[in-house]
Every structure is written in C-alpha cells, then in structure tokens.
Nanobody, 125 residues
Framework: QVQLVESGGGLVQAGGSLRLSCAASGRTFSSYSMGWFRQAPGKEREFVAAIRWSGGSTLYAAFVKGRFTISRDNARNTVYLQMNSLKPEDTAVYYC??????????????????WGQGTQVTVSS
C-alpha cells in the first residue's frame, strides 16, 4: 500500500509559478514510476507528466512541454511538479499517482495503482 499526499496548490496569476509536491509513504517509493494528472471542472482527467523510478526518464503532455518539470527525490519519498508560465487553462485539481515501475513513464492510466486526494491549482487571468 502507498499513500500519496499532494500539496503546493493555490491561486496564482497568469504567468506565475507553483511547485506541487507529492509525499509518499508505505511501500518502497522507488519501486514506482510517478505521474501527475489533472482534472478541470466538467472535463475528463488528463495526463500531465511522468517520471521513472530513477528519475532518468520523463514524459510530458504536449500542452505542458517547456513549462512544467517533473522531478523526484527518492530519499525524501517525494515527487515534484514545477509549473512555470501558468495559464488560466491550467486551472484544475492536480493529482499524483504511482504506477509499478515496470511500466516506466508510459504507464497506462488504468495501471496506476495509487492516487492522492488532489490539490487545487487556480490561475487567474
């Protein structure tokens, strides 16, 4: 069992930055690839970014490339999402999730075993 707790969300103006954190506890954190997803009101959940257990491989959705950076600190059992140049359309609840490491960064959504409760990000125009 892995417990995931996101933090770092909030209200920011367009063009600003936020750093989300996802703290994991329970089973060995380094056994999992980690992903960030988001869900805006009235929309389906969508993939944002993923990182392999070693941190050496990352994958991003096209709409965040160059603006968001995913990273992890296995010693702290934490994964981060640095979000720069935020846009109003980035407004959503952001979730982190854990997928068995064998999938790498291309873990299908339905293979993520554990999910956090989410943190709200609101970008004002």
């Amino acid at each position: 069992q892995v417990q995931l707790v996101e933090s770092g969300g909030g209200l920011v103006q367009a063009g600003g930055s936020l750093r989300l954190s996802c703290a994991a506890s329970g089973r060995t954190f380094s056994s999992y690839s980690m992903g960030w997803f988001r869900q805006a009101p009235g929309k389906e959940r969508e993939f944002v970014a993923a990182i392999r257990w070693s941190g050496g491989s990352t994958l991003y959705a096209a709409f965040v490339k160059g603006r968001f950076t995913i990273s992890r600190d296995n010693a702290r059992n934490t994964v981060y999402l640095q979000m720069n140049s935020l846009k109003p359309e980035d407004t959503a609840v952001y979730y982190c999730a854990a997928c068995p490491t064998a999938w790498g960064t291309r873990c299908p959504d339905n293979k993520y075993d554990y999910w956090g409760q989410g943190t709200q990000v609101t970008v004002s125009s």
